[in-house]
Structures are given as C-alpha cells and as structure tokens.
C-alpha cells in the first residue's frame, strides 16, 4: 500500500488542485525559480562583536557587549584568531536602519555560514538555517536571506542583530557572500499592506478557528514567514493553523484585491473572515499519503471577494495547513494585499 501510494505521489507530483474559478475564490500559483533582483540598501561588511561559547541572553538588547572581542564579517573565526575551534560561537552588531527604509521589504542577507544559525532581530528570533544538537545538519552551502518583518525594526534608531552559530567540525562562522539589508524593487511594487510578523498559532485541527470572532487568545505568537520547526515545534507534523488581522482602508474599496499568502509547507486551505477564499494541495489526501509534497515552493495568490470585505474594520485571516514531514508552515514570502493588476504584473516579470 505504501509503495502505490508512493507511486501516485510521484505520478502527481505536479498537480495543484483549484478552487472553481467564481466570484467567491480564484487562486494564482507560480513557482518563482528566478533570479531575486535584490537591491542592497546597507551594507553589514566590517567589523561585528564576536564572543565563543553559548548563552541564548546573547540575543537580548539588555546583554553588555562591552567587553567582546571584534572580528571581520566574512570571514572564517580561525583567520581571526580562533584556530582549531568548534562549537558555539556569537556574533552582534548595532547597525542604524534609515526611515527612508520603512516603507521597503526588508531582507537580512549573510551570506554562507559555517554550519548552522540562528538569527535575532532585536531580541526576537528570525529565522534559521540548519540544525544542531541531536538532529544536527550543516547549512554551510546555504546562502542565508531572511525577509524581516516590518514590525521587528526601529526605523531612524539602532537595531540588534544578533547571530548564534553553531560549527560543527573544520571551519566556522560567516564566511562568505553578500552582508546587509537588501530589498527586492519588485515586492516593493506588488505589496501595498503588508502581513508578515507575529502571527498567532495553534497546533491541531478544528474549523471553528477560521471564523473571525473566534478567541486566540491563548494561541503562541510566531513569526512569519519561518518554519514553525525553528520556532518550538520541532516535533509538529500534521495540521496547524495561523490566524493575523488585517485592515483594509476604504480607499481600495474599488480594486480587485489578491492576497499574497507566501510558500507554505505544505498544502493550506485561506479563510478570510470564516468563508474559504482558496486552497494549494488537497489536505484530505495527503493524511494518508505525502501527495502534495510538490507545493511547498508554489507561492500562493488569492482572490478577497468584494462582499467578504471590511473596509476600515478588522478583517481575519485564518491559514490552515497540514504538513506531511520534516518541516511545516508559512516559511517564505511575497506576504501581504495587492491589487489585480500589480498581480499581474508581477506575475509577467517572474515568468522573465
């Protein structure tokens, strides 16, 4: 059964399932194997507080970094003056984020690191490559570009970044590639509100949760986009659902609004005020099998019907996901409200 299964699975590894083309849901799909287009708008090169050992108050704003030593970023930690060590190690730098940034989509890019990170943007944990511990897997290859949430940065102050790495054997640290904040013009372009940040969340499985008045709150806050894995729930496969509010001023009462729900790992089924506006990937199917393993890189575009709309009120999405293995969630962007035609456009530079 389980190799027929499997046999199914790949015979459809290409399939998406669709809503019926209507007036309550349409869903735009692409897979987006392009080239990135960022745009580098400050530039992290250069001299970072590096201290070797392990201690998670590390990645606070409150810790005294006072007396770390300084080391070059690229570079490996031995030509800096730590041969021979393996472990972990912390790197820290208070770089000032422009206001002339705020309305931009913002990416941490640091390039390769030398095996495992994991990244806080003032405090709060952004992302990871990677794993340590028991479960230990080397990202070194990896080029690390963390899209960080609006809500995270200061803008026209210092903000803390703050990377744990973890060297498995050989060499260590940040070793190579492009470091700094850079945006991508063309998301800038596409996304007129944006939705990424805290989003609340909550294991299991329940249809209630979708509807807009429900009370979430006791649900964990995660950010999104990041695997949920990173986050806490290591051990999590199977169904999970986010819930965020949205406000959707008058003005765009007259446009055909989309919105931009990312990658999710890995099939999902979009509630937008409790009624179901799209899905990616069959949930049904896939608790007996891993069908829909190829949708987890598609990013997903749906349609907002006109009449389920609250201009100048909250609105509530609610994400239903359910992950066959390995890693689960929201994990990558474009995230947030467009229009029909800035859609559309995006779509035709994609397919470039």
């Known amino acids: 059964m389980f190799m027929r299964n499997l046999v199914k699975t790949f015979l459809k590894m290409s399939l998406v399932f669709y809503l019926p083309l209507s007036s309550f849901a349409q869903l735009f799909i692409h897979d987006s194997n392009y080239e990135k287009g960022y745009q580098q708008e400050l530039s992290l090169r250069g001299k970072w507080k590096f201290i070797i050992g392990d201690n998670l108050d590390y990645a606070k704003v409150t810790c005294d970094d006072s007396d770390w030593n300084i080391i070059s970023v690229p570079a490996y930690w031995e030509n800096e003056g730590y041969p ?3 472990g972990y190690a912390w790197y820290r730098l208070n770089p000032l984020i422009p206001k002339k940034l705020k309305d931009n989509n913002l990416y941490l890019r640091l390039g390769r690191i030398d095996d495992v990170d994991e990244v806080y943007i003032n405090g709060h944990k952004l992302n990871q490559w990677g794993y340590h511990g028991q479960f230990y897997r080397s990202s070194r290859a990896m080029d690390r570009e ?3 949430p609006p809500d995270l940065l200061h803008f026209g102050k210092k903000n803390l970044i703050a990377v744990r790495v973890y060297d498995q054997q050989g060499s260590g640290g940040i070793y190579q590639g492009p470091i700094g904040l850079f ?3 063309e998301i800038d372009k596409l996304i007129l509100i944006h939705i990424s940040g805290f989003w609340k969340f909550n294991s299991g499985d329940n249809l209630s949760w979708a509807i807009p008045d429900f009370d979430d709150s006791e649900w964990d806050a995660l950010i999104v986009p990041c695997f949920w894995e990173h986050q806490g729930y290591s051990d999590l496969d199977g169904f999970a659902w986010y819930r965020k509010e949205l406000h959707i001023p008058g003005k765009f009462a007259s446009s055909d609004l989309i919105l931009a729900a990312g990658k999710i790992n890995d099939v999902d089924e979009v ?5 179901l506006i799209g899905r990616t990937g069959s ?3 896939l608790k007996d099998t891993i069908d829909g393993i190829s ?6 575009f749906y349609r907002i019907p006109h009449e389920l709309i609250r ?6 999405i609610a994400v239903r996901i359910f992950d066959a293995m390995r890693t689960g969630g929201i994990w990558y962007g474009p995230l947030g409200l467009t229009t029909l035609p800035a859609y559309e456009k995006y779509k035709k530079g994609v397919k470039k």
């Open 84 to 86: 021979g060590y393996n």
């Open 311 to 316: 201009y100048d009120q909250p609105n509530t």
């Open 283 to 285: 949930i049904e199917p």
């Open 295 to 300: 949708t987890w890189r598609i990013e997903r």
């Open 183 to 185: 945006s991508r013009p």
């Open 271 to 275: 509630y937008f005020n409790g009624v």
């Open 146 to 148: 963390y899209e960080i």
